[in-house]
């Protein structure tokens, strides 16, 4: 079955300490992206990566690293996390071929710091 | 600059009566058009998509959607609410980056 697994689904930590959000997919899409969503605002994206070894800023990347290894797995780091990134994070992938393609979203990771 | 404005916040509806959600973008060029539903607790499930072609899209769940370049708008449309439908609807436009409205919450009544 085609899909983008997050791990972990929920998560609590506190201020300060390091964390990794994973992002899986299984369709050997090129383009990976993270996005955050809060109240009112929508989906935001963080981060993207065209391709292995390839990434670059979305509108809303500070506080937030990434990497990109392996084309299937692209890892969200919040190095020092704060209470304002308290939210609900969504990874996508998508083929680079656009035409009639969509972005596939993983289930969702909320994550809250205290 | 892409964007999209979701002017309607909140919709309540009541069941077997017909949904328009409005859907207004911004976009330099030719535009991909997306709406997505979250229901609660769940992910993004996309409901159609426009990319070129005809301009009245068919959906899933029985949506579907009218892009108007001239209005600049692809407005989300179904005859006949359930009450399944009730969860928040994102319009998103945009290629390798996706710029999505602050999304619409459908209240379904019995």
């Known amino acids: 079955e085609a899909q983008v697994t997050q791990n972990p689904r929920y998560l609590i930590t506190v201020t300060g300490k390091k964390l990794t959000v994973t992002c899986s997919q299984n369709m050997n899409h090129e383009y990976m992206s993270w996005y955050r969503q809060d109240p009112g605002l929508g989906l935001r994206q963080i981060y993207y990566?065209?391709?292995?070894?390839?990434?670059d800023k979305g509108d809303v990347p500070e506080g937030y690293k990434v990497s990109r290894k392996e084309k299937r797995n692209f890892p969200l780091i919040l190095e020092s996390p704060s209470p304002n990134q308290t939210s609900l994070y969504f990874c996508?992938?998508?083929?680079?071929?656009?035409?009639?393609?969509?972005?596939?979203f993983g289930q969702g990771t909320r994550l809250t710091v205290v | 600059a892409q964007s999209v404005t979701q002017p309607d916040i909140h919709i309540t509806v009541s069941e077997g009566a017909s949904l328009e959600l409005r859907c207004n973008y911004s976009?330099?060029?030719?535009?991909?058009l997306f709406w997505y539903v979250q229901s609660p607790g769940q992910g993004l499930q996309l409901l159609l998509k426009y990319f070129s072609g005809d301009t009245l899209v068919q959906g899933i769940k029985g949506f579907e959607a009218e892009f108007k370049r001239s209005q600049s708008s692809f407005n989300l449309r179904k005859p006949s609410v359930h009450w399944s439908d009730a969860a928040e609807y994102f319009c998103a436009v945009g290629d390798y980056k996706l710029s999505f409205g602050a999304g619409t919450t459908v209240t379904v009544r019995a």
């Open positions: 976009y330099g060029a030719t535009p991909y």
């Open positions: 990566s065209m391709n292995v070894e390839v990434t």
């Open positions: 996508a992938s998508r083929s680079s071929g656009l035409m009639n393609t969509e972005a596939f």
